[in-house]
């Protein structure tokens, strides 16, 4: 698992992005610019809400938020990780928490990374190109 402070990112194809956030505000503005480098994004607030769609959405990169209402992202990640359309998805975790048993338990939730806000664009958008230019999953 990767912590990126964010040098300029490589240019990525567009890919499928499930948002996750209750923070309507960021996950909004976070959306707006993921959408302008191409991707088609997705958003919800919770993580029922984000479970119901992605067997038919198939995202292919998952950001996340850990502080989720009714269900933590960590629970999320876990179901993920265990559906055929997300057992392979980039899983970014985009948290306040950021103690080391956190990133321990985003780890064995099965998350590829932990960014700890505030978090610039430019470091999702480096791990996103990273990830799918050769660039590996740790």
Same mark, same amino acid.
């Given at each position: @698992?990767?912590?990126?402070?964010? &040098? ?10 499930? +948002?996750v956030?209750d #923070? ?5 503005a976070m #959306? ?9 994004v /997705?958003? @919800?607030?919770?993580?029922?809400? $984000? ?19 009714? @269900? =933590?992202?960590?629970?999320? $990640?876990?179901? +993920? /990780?265990? /559906?055929a359309?997300?057992?392979?998805? +980039?899983?970014i975790? +985009?948290? !306040?928490?950021g &103690? ?5 338990? &985003? ?9 700890v ?12 190109? $990273? =990830?799918?230019s050769? !660039?590996?999953? #740790?």
């Open positions: @698992m990767t912590t990126i402070d964010g &040098a300029p990112g490589e240019s990525t194809q567009p890919r499928r992005v499930l +948002l956030d #923070s309507v505000d960021a996950a909004e #959306s707006m610019l993921l959408e302008t480098l191409g991707h088609e /997705r958003v @919800m607030h919770d993580g029922p809400s $984000a479970l119901a769609i992605v067997d038919d959405f198939a995202p292919e990169v998952v950001i996340l938020d850990i502080g989720l209402p009714g @269900m =933590s992202g960590f629970d999320v $990640a876990r179901e +993920l /990780r265990t /559906r359309v997300t057992k392979t998805a +980039l899983l975790a +985009l948290t !306040g928490y &103690a080391d048993s956190d990133k321990q338990e &985003a780890r064995d939730a099965g998350f590829d990374h932990h960014l806000k505030p978090v610039s664009f430019t470091a999702i958008e480096t791990v996103i190109a $990273a =990830s799918f050769g !660039g590996q999953k #740790s």
